[in-house]
């Protein structure tokens, strides 16, 4: 069946049957009337959005539909995360083509809701509207009950720079997507769990604040341009040792010279990029079964400057996703 034939208010129902049933204490309306309402506490409240647009951000045609609802709310619990929060409500606006099938808006919200029920988040309301083009919309509301959060802006020179997983993944799958490159099973999939279906690391975000560290962002536009993000924020320099970056051995394998790149600009990694002392970080790598690695400092002055293994700046040109600019 059609969108256009279901209609606005049947798909809203349908949706809204699929992200009900959910306990939550505080939540004193959900999908259903003109607003959302909850009781709220004291502690510091989160809000982040984000637009998936068909064709810009995802492949014109050929979206996995649960895969993509995965994503589009994947992205928006790693802004969360990056804050040290807890990801609590979602609201979802989609824009649809009428000829879009009821089959693909559910098994959006299958892939929307696996990761949703994971991290207890609830979807209480959104809007539904048609268009051209698929368009996903999604606001996340949080808080950090530590009442403390990690910030861009907080890095100081002597600092170590430290990343979370390791890089490359998600920038290989789409590479692998674009130019139908093949790669053993394995790797395959990987590559393309790492594409389509990140890992917000909201544990670790908590697991950073709790250890002390102040400073942190999460990794979507590229490891060099988003360290570029704290240090314009921090009004710092920074320094990154290539053969410290934590390359994932699948894309090292699969992608050899160009892997280091992938990994250094390639983005959409959503792993968590933070700067605090080394003892702090010491204690972040004890606390956690997640690979922590150091890759660099913190100095004084301004932008990112990567160096080889012999200390030579590496040129990288304008590194990292700018909107309006490439892809
Ligand atoms: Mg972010």
Known sequence: MKVSELGEFGLID?????AGGVQDKQLLIGIGDDAAAWKGDASIQLATVDSFIQGVHFPTGIAPWPELGWK??????????AMGGIP???LVSLALPPQ?????????????????KKHNVTIVGGDISNAPLVVISITVLGNSPKNQILTRSSAKPGELVAVTGHLGAAAAGLEMLNKKLKFDPPATTRFRQAFFKPTPRITEGQLLLEQGVKTAIDISDGLV???NQICKASRVGARIDTDRVP????????????????ALT????????????????????KATSCPVTVIGEITAGAGV????RQGNPVDLGKAGWEHFTRR
Not at 14 to 18: I, P, V, Y
Not at 267 to 276: Q, R, V
Not at 305 to 308: E, H, P, Q, R
């Open 14 to 18: 349908l949706l809204a049957k699929m």
């Open 72 to 81: 589009a709310l994947a992205v928006n619990l790693s802004d969360i995360a």
């Open 88 to 90: 609590r409500y979602a």
């Open 100 to 116: 879009t099938e009821v089959n693909d808006v559910t098994a959006l919200y299958t892939g929307m809701l696996e990761l949703a």
């Open 225 to 227: 341009a988003d360290l």
């Open 247 to 262: 390359v994932e051995p699948k894309v090292l394998a699969g992608f050899g010279d160009k892997a280091l790149e992938l």
């Open 266 to 285: 390639g983005g959409e990694d959503y792993e968590l990029l933070f700067t605090a002392g080394a003892e702090i970080i010491d204690k972040v790598k």
């Open 305 to 308: 400057t990567v160096v080889d």
